[in-house]
Nanobody
Framework: QVHLVESGGGLVQPGGSLRLSCAAS????????MGWYRQAPGKQRELVAS???????NYADSVKGRFTISSDNVKYTVYLQMNSLKPEDTAVYYC???????????????WGKGTLVTVSS
C-alpha cells in the first residue's frame, strides 16, 4: 500500500556530504513515522535516524551531530542530510515508514529497496 523510493546515494570522500531522499506514495494510508536504516555487509541493519509525525527525531549515537533527518509532510518525503561522512558510514541505506491504513487503522511497516552510500578516498 505504501511505496518508498530512495535516492541520493553514491560515492563520496571522507568528510564529504550527501543528502538522501525518500519519497512515499500510496493511497488510503497515514504515516506515523519515517526513518533511515543502514546495513553494511556482514552486519545487522541498524536505525540511523527517525522522525515522527509530530516532528520529534531520534538518532543513533554514531551519527549525532553529523546527520540530520527532516521531512516534507506535503510531499511525503523524508531526507537525511549526511555531513562529515566517515568510511564506517558505508552501507546500503533503507527508508522505512510506519503507516496505518486509514480505513482500518491496521499498522503497516514498509521498506524501500535501498540506496548505496560508499565513503572512500
Amino acid at each position: 500500500q505504501v511505496h518508498l523510493v530512495e535516492s541520493g546515494g553514491g560515492l563520496v570522500q571522507p568528510g564529504g556530504s550527501l543528502r538522501l531522499s525518500c519519497a512515499a506514495s500510496g493511497i488510503a494510508f497515514s504515516i506515523d513515522a519515517m526513518g533511515w536504516y543502514r546495513q553494511a555487509p556482514g552486519k545487522q541493519r541498524e536505525l540511523v535516524a527517525s522522525i515522527a509525525s509530530g516532528g520529534s527525531t531520534n538518532y543513533a549515537d554514531s551519527v549525532k551531530g553529523r546527520f540530520t533527518i527532516s521531512s516534507d509532510n506535503v510531499k511525503y518525503t523524508v531526507y537525511l542530510q549526511m555531513n562529515s561522512l566517515k568510511p564506517e558510514d558505508t552501507a546500503v541505506y533503507y527508508c522505512n515508514a510506519n503507516a496505518k491504513a486509514i480505513a482500518t487503522r491496521a499498522p503497516m511497516d514498509y521498506w524501500g529497496k535501498g540506496t548505496l552510500v560508499t565513503v572512500s578516498s
